[in-house]
T-cell receptor
Framework: EPEVTQTPSHQVTQMGQEVILRCVPI?????FYWYRQILGQKVEFLVS????????KSEIFDDQFSVERPDGSNFTLKIRSTKLEDSAMYFC???????????FGPGTRLTVL | DQQVKQNSPSLSVQEGRISILNCDYT??????FLWYKKYPAEGPTFLIS?????DKNEDGRFTVFLNKSAKHLSLHIVPSQPGDSAVYFC???????????FGKGTKLSVKP
C-alpha cells in the first residue's frame, strides 16, 4: 500500500540554524501539506501546496518557513532560522484531491536546542 | 479559537463493548469531517470520513454519525478491541479550503 515517507525521523539542531525536512508524498497525489504538533497540543496546519505553489498557509507559517517541490517526488519544508518554539513533530500529508482524505507520514521530530 | 472540540481527553472501554468518541464543531462552513487514529511516535492514520450531505457512514467496525443541526459528530467502534487503543482525532474542513482543523484528541484505552 502506498504511503507518505518522511526523513529524517529525528532532527536535532541549534537555535538559529536552518533545517530542511523532507517528504515523499504518495505518487499520484496532487495536494501536499505540512502540519505540526507541539508536545501535548493538537495537530496544527502550516501550509498546503498545489500545482507548484502555496495554496493556503496559516499564521504560523511566517517568513521563516518555506516549502518547495524540487523534483517530481520530494516535498520539503525549510525553517530558515530555528527557534526553541519550533520544536515539534512535523507531519507531511498528501491527498488526491482537495476534498479527499489526507494521508500522513510518520513525522519528523524536530528538537531545537 | 477551538473550531473543533473533543471534550473528553480520555475514554476507557472493555474489550467487546462499544466505544463512542464525540466531537463538536463551531464553523458551519465545514462540510467534510474525518477521524484519524494515532499511535505514539507515528503519524495520524485515516480511519473514516463523512460528507455533510450524509448523516452516517459505516466501514466495518467503524461508524461515523453526523448531526449538522447540533454541529456534532461521533465515532462508534463496535466491537472494541485492545488494538484500538490509541489517540483519536476528529478533523474538519470546508470545500473552499484544503487544510484540516483538528480537535485535541481523545485517548481510547480498550481493556482486555
Amino acid at each position: 500500500e502506498p504511503e507518505v515517507t518522511q526523513t529524517p525521523s529525528h532532527q536535532v539542531t541549534q537555535m538559529g540554524q536552518e533545517v530542511i525536512l523532507r517528504c515523499v508524498p504518495i505518487s499520484n497525489h496532487l495536494y501536499f501539506y505540512w502540519y505540526r504538533q507541539i508536545l501535548g497540543q493538537k495537530v496544527e496546519f502550516l501550509v498546503s501546496f498545489y500545482n507548484n505553489e502555496i495554496s493556503e498557509k496559516s499564521e504560523i507559517f511566517d517568513d521563516q518557513f518555506s516549502v518547495e517541490r524540487p523534483d517530481g517526488s520530494n516535498f520539503t519544508l525549510k525553517i530558515r532560522s530555528t527557534k526553541l518554539e519550533d520544536s515539534a513533530m512535523y507531519f507531511c500529508a498528501s491527498s488526491e484531491d482537495r476534498a479527499n482524505e489526507q494521508f500522513f507520514g510518520p513525522g519528523t521530530r524536530l528538537t531545537v536546542l | 479559537d477551538q473550531q473543533v472540540k473533543q471534550n473528553s481527553p480520555s475514554l476507557s472501554v472493555q474489550e467487546g463493548r462499544i466505544s463512542i468518541l464525540n466531537c463538536d464543531y463551531t464553523n458551519s462552513m465545514f462540510d467534510y469531517f474525518l477521524w484519524y487514529k494515532k499511535y505514539p511516535a507515528e503519524g495520524p492514520t485515516f480511519l473514516i470520513s463523512i460528507s455533510s450531505i450524509k448523516d452516517k457512514n459505516e466501514d466495518g467496525r467503524f461508524t461515523v454519525f453526523l448531526n449538522k443541526s447540533a454541529k456534532h459528530l461521533s465515532l462508534h467502534i463496535v466491537p472494541s478491541q485492545p488494538g484500538d487503543s490509541a489517540v483519536y482525532f476528529c478533523a474538519a474542513t470546508s470545500g473552499s479550503q484544503g487544510n484540516l482543523i483538528f480537535g485535541k484528541g481523545t485517548k481510547l484505552s480498550v481493556k482486555p
